[in-house]
């Protein structure tokens, strides 16, 4: 009922010995190498409890040598490995397939610098990101990302599944404000591309290759990033549109006047909201008076609290009166903000906590975003439900299929058709959470052959000498 890439293991492969272990844990010391049962079950498993490997090792290196030492052996003796950062990933990306060695980051969690004057923070990649988002708080800065798993995350995880978050519509991808890496190559070379300059157009941008490869490059061992100012005026508005149109009306009108305050624009629909009102613990309707069809946050970050209060509150009094929102309401203090996230950040949440789900992290042009919701309710009827909400500022649809259990006749009602859609309406069949186990043999619906065969070429082919 699960729809994970079925795949054999590589007969190439060799299996992991006593010998191996003793390797290790001379190189890492005894603690840093983990065959504990109870621990590697975790390990083995995904957020979902979906996807579940077969690891009999874990390793924890403290340094980048340790990372490179760890591959150059690994690569020698054939062993397969998989990288793992906070085990936050939704494809099944993160956990063994088979017997794999599990890398884990977490052990290297240290920051390393922070610029005061340009913003620039260069750490390690086990750094959690709420410990960034901490820090860079005491110091006047903010992440130039956030997402509901920000507690477990590590920003070398989000690197490399180049996350989106809620913060994406304002402050773009990290392909812009990543600004270098360090690496290790599966032999062990470490790829120094650790750049803390906003512009440098010597050669090749080759830490961009990183960005989003899930692990298949390497293993992320630092990141250098550019963190924007924290800025002292936040609203956050909970509003409720009746129909989809209106939900995209409001987004264009929100771009326009709002623009340069505008930090994050989210949608749910009935469906989502009723999952998280039944499923997620002290959760309660913002707008409680009447159910509606979409709910829409608002959020603006700007440097004079009356100035952008003023051009929030014009916006949402104009956007009333012109009917597209029917209800709405403004955070009055931090707690009601982070009441009103919960909202949206627990929908994931919640969808684990109602049972089975299947998970659709789609880019369509917002246009017909929802159509592709309402087809999907016609074609699983009673079976499932279909929940849609997402980060509609960036046309970023999270479409989830939620039923008691899984069941192959769910799947075959939701795949291929799911893709299709999305590849006919030139759509990405994955806008953030990256390919995984999942979707490793679907990239050809987002991609062409040429493009999917590029990268092995690359390697093939000579480079031209000067
Ligand atoms: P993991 O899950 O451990 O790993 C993810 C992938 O990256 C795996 O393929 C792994 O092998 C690889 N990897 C990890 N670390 C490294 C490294 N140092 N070097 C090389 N490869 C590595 N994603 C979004 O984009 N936007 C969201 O808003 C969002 N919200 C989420 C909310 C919840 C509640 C949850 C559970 C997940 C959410 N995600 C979201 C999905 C997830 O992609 C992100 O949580 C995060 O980027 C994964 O980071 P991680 O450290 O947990 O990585
Ligand atoms: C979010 O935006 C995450 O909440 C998770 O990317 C999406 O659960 C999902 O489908
Ligand atoms: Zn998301």
Same mark, same amino acid.
């Given at each position: 009922? /699960?729809?994970?890439?079925?795949?054999?293991?590589?007969?190439?492969?060799?299996?992991?010995?006593?010998?191996?272990?003793?390797? *290790?844990?001379?190189?890492?010391?005894?603690?840093?190498?983990?065959?504990? #049962?109870?621990?590697?079950?975790?390990?083995?498993?995904?957020?979902?409890?979906?996807?579940?490997? /077969?690891?009999?090792?874990?390793?924890?290196?403290?340094?980048?040598?340790?990372?490179?030492?760890?591959?150059?052996?690994?690569?020698?003796? %054939?062993?397969?490995?998989?990288?793992?950062?906070?085990?936050?990933?939704?494809?099944?990306?993160?956990?063994?397939? @088979?017997?794999?060695?599990?890398?884990?980051?977490?052990?290297?969690?240290?920051? +390393?610098?922070?610029?005061?004057? /340009?913003?620039?923070?260069?750490?390690?990649?086990? %750094?959690?990101?709420?410990?960034?988002?901490? *820090?860079?708080?005491?110091?006047? $800065?903010?992440?130039?990302?956030?997402?509901?798993?920000?507690?477990? %995350?590590? +920003?070398?995880?989000?690197?490399?599944?180049?996350?989106? !978050?809620?913060?994406?519509?304002?402050? !773009? /991808?990290?392909?812009?404000?990543?600004?270098?890496?360090?690496?290790?190559?599966?032999?062990?070379?470490?790829?120094?591309?650790?750049?803390?300059?906003?512009?440098?157009?010597?050669?090749?941008?080759?830490?961009?290759? *990183?960005?989003?490869?899930?692990?298949?490059?390497?293993?992320?061992?630092?990141?250098?990033?550019?963190?924007?100012?924290?800025?002292?005026?936040?609203?956050?508005? *909970?509003?409720?549109?009746?129909?989809?149109?209106?939900?995209?009306?409001?987004?264009? #009108?929100?771009?326009?006047?709002?623009?340069?305050?505008?930090?994050?624009?989210? @949608?749910?629909? &009935?469906?989502? =909201?009723?999952?998280?009102?039944?499923?997620?613990?002290?959760?309660?309707?913002?707008?409680?008076?009447?159910?509606?069809? $979409?709910?829409?946050?608002?959020?603006?970050?700007?440097?004079?609290?009356?100035?952008?209060?003023?051009?929030?509150?014009? $916006?949402?009094?104009?956007?009333? #009166?012109?009917?597209?929102?029917?209800? !709405?309401?403004?955070?009055?203090?931090? &707690?009601?903000?982070?009441?009103?996230?919960?909202?949206?950040?627990?929908?994931?949440?919640?969808? =684990?906590?109602?049972?089975?789900?299947?998970?659709?992290?789609?880019?369509?042009?917002?246009?017909? =975003?929802?159509?592709?919701?309402?087809?999907?309710?016609?074609?699983?009827?009673?079976?499932?439900?279909?929940?849609?909400? !997402?980060?509609?500022?960036?046309? &970023?649809?999270?479409?989830?299929?939620?039923?008691?259990?899984?069941?192959?006749?769910?799947?075959?009602?939701?795949?291929?058709?799911?893709? #299709?859609?999305?590849?006919?309406?030139?759509?990405?069949?994955?806008?953030?959470?990256?390919?995984?186990?999942?979707?490793?043999?679907?990239?050809?619906?987002?991609?062409?052959?040429?493009?999917?065969? @590029?990268?092995?070429?690359?390697?093939?082919?000579?480079?031209?000498?000067?």
């Amino acid at each position: 009922g /699960s729809a994970a890439t079925v795949i054999e293991r590589n007969t190439s492969f060799s299996t992991l010995n006593s010998d191996d272990v003793s390797y *290790f844990k001379e190189l890492l010391g005894e603690k840093s190498v983990v065959e504990d #049962e109870d621990v590697l079950l975790t390990a083995n498993t995904d957020w979902m409890r979906k996807y579940k490997g /077969s690891s009999k090792l874990l390793l924890q290196p403290k340094t980048t040598h340790e990372v490179s030492q760890i591959l150059k052996y690994c690569n020698s003796r %054939c062993l397969p490995v998989v990288p793992q950062g906070g085990n936050t990933g939704l494809v099944g990306g993160s956990v063994p397939v @088979f017997d794999e060695v599990i890398i884990n980051m977490g052990s290297m969690n240290n920051i +390393i610098s922070l610029d005061k004057v /340009s913003g620039i923070l260069v750490c390690e990649a086990g %750094c959690i990101l709420e410990n960034l988002i901490s *820090f860079l708080d005491n110091h006047g $800065f903010i992440m130039p990302l956030d997402l509901g798993a920000k507690g477990s %995350c590590q +920003i070398g995880g989000n690197v490399s599944t180049n996350a989106g !978050g809620l913060r994406l519509v304002r402050y !773009g /991808s990290l392909h812009g404000t990543v600004l270098g890496l360090e690496a290790v190559l599966a032999n062990g070379d470490v790829i120094d591309m650790l750049g803390t300059l906003r512009k440098d157009n010597t050669g090749y941008d080759l830490k961009h290759l *990183f960005i989003g490869s899930e692990g298949s490059l390497g293993i992320v061992t630092k990141v250098s990033i550019l963190t924007p100012p924290k800025l002292s005026s936040v609203n956050l508005a *909970f509003l409720a549109c009746e129909d989809y149109f209106s939900c995209q009306k409001l987004l264009v #009108e929100a771009k326009r006047r709002l623009g340069d305050i505008l930090s994050a624009f989210e @949608f749910l629909d &009935n469906q989502s =909201m009723d999952l998280v009102l039944n499923h997620l613990e002290g959760a309660r309707n913002p707008l409680p008076s009447s159910m509606h069809n $979409f709910y829409v946050l608002i959020e603006t970050t700007g440097s004079d609290e009356s100035y952008d209060k003023e051009k929030l509150e014009a $916006f949402l009094l104009s956007s009333m #009166e012109g009917g597209l929102i029917s209800d !709405g309401v403004l955070a009055q203090d931090i &707690n009601q903000a982070s009441s009103f996230w919960r909202i949206r950040e627990g929908v994931p949440e919640a969808l =684990m906590k109602a049972g089975a789900v299947y998970k659709y992290d789609l880019s369509i042009p917002v246009e017909k =975003m929802y159509d592709l919701v309402v087809e999907m309710r016609i074609r699983m009827g009673q079976i499932a439900r279909v929940i849609a909400y !997402g980060h509609l500022g960036d046309g &970023n649809l999270h479409l989830n299929i939620s039923a008691p259990q899984y069941d192959d006749t769910i799947l075959a009602q939701i795949e291929p058709y799911v893709y #299709e859609w999305t590849s006919e309406h030139k759509g990405s069949i994955s806008a953030e959470h990256g390919l995984g186990l999942m979707k490793a043999n679907k990239i050809f619906y987002s991609k062409s052959p040429e493009t999917v065969q @590029f990268l092995p070429l690359l390697r093939t082919c000579r480079a031209r000498e000067h």
